[in-house]
T-cell receptor, first 115, second 114 residues
Framework: AQSVAQPEDQVNVAEGNPLTVKCTYS??????LFWYVQYPNRGLQFLLK??????LVKGSYGFEAEFNKSQTSFHLKKPSALVSDSALYFC?????????????FGTGTRLQVFP | DSGVTQTPKHLITATGQRVTLRCSPR?????VYWYQQSLDQGLQFLIQ???????AKGNILERFSAQQFPDLHSELNLSSLELGDSALYFC?????????????FGPGTRLTVT
């Protein structure tokens, strides 16, 4: 079965420092991977995706993610964190088995950026 | 703003009742998905519709049902509500083909069952 794992419940980083939010995946076939962010009392916002091509994917708000096939990872990164980046981040994989293309989400990582 | 709308934003009801959650997808999106977010279960896929047809079911209870109408809006019906049904219910939509597999989420409906 397709799955993603987010090993950290929370990541703390100082403003201006680089941040990394980790995600590993387990899929049959080619992985279609996504990152979403959820602010309090809001829906999930799409940040970026990896379908094929370059291993470094650029997304919204200065975020990027690095796809690593050998390590089955898709870590979210940002060179310089902002306090406003504090939110809940979800990694997801497209599950195309059967007649669907639903997303399977990780458990989420809370990012806290301190001023 | 994702372009996906959901109503109502909040719903408080009693056990045993029935409620209907409504979703309008982004213009042009044919696929609609429903997800449930709760503290103990995380984000769980419930059901998917594509152009009016049910495409797949996930962890959806028999007390729950959904449909997608000809204008592509969708409704999720929850009946015989239990305390454990309290959660945030999200609708998402996508184009659903040709590398545009990302889903765009609505703001959610927070259901509280008392």
């Amino acid at each position: 079965a397709q799955s993603v794992a987010q090993p950290e419940d929370q990541v703390n980083v100082a403003e201006g420092n680089p941040l990394t939010v980790k995600c590993t995946y387990s899929v049959s076939g080619n992985p279609y991977l996504f990152w979403y962010v959820q602010y309090p009392n809001r829906g999930l916002q799409f940040l970026l995706k990896y379908i094929t091509g370059d291993n470094l994917v650029k997304g919204s708000y200065g975020f990027e993610a690095e796809f690593n096939k050998s390590q089955t990872s898709f870590h979210l990164k940002k060179p310089s964190a902002l306090v406003s980046d504090s939110a809940l981040y979800f990694c997801a994989v497209r599950d195309a088995l059967g007649n669907t293309d639903k997303l399977i989400f990780g458990t989420g990582t809370r990012l806290q950026v301190f001023p | 703003d994702s372009g996906v709308t959901q109503t109502p934003k909040h719903l408080i009801t009693a056990t045993g009742q029935r409620v209907t959650l409504r979703c309008s997808p982004r213009s042009g999106d044919l696929s609609v998905y429903w997800y449930q977010q709760s503290l103990d279960q995380g984000l769980q896929f419930l059901i998917q519709y594509y152009n009016g047809e049910e495409r797949a079911k996930g962890n959806i209870l028999e007390r729950f049902s959904a449909q997608q109408f000809p204008d592509l809006h969708s409704e999720l019906n929850l009946s015989s509500l239990e305390l454990g049904d309290s959660a945030l219910y999200f609708c998402a939509s996508s184009v659903g083909h040709y590398y545009s597999y990302e889903q765009y989420f609505g703001p959610g409906t927070r259901l509280t069952v008392t």
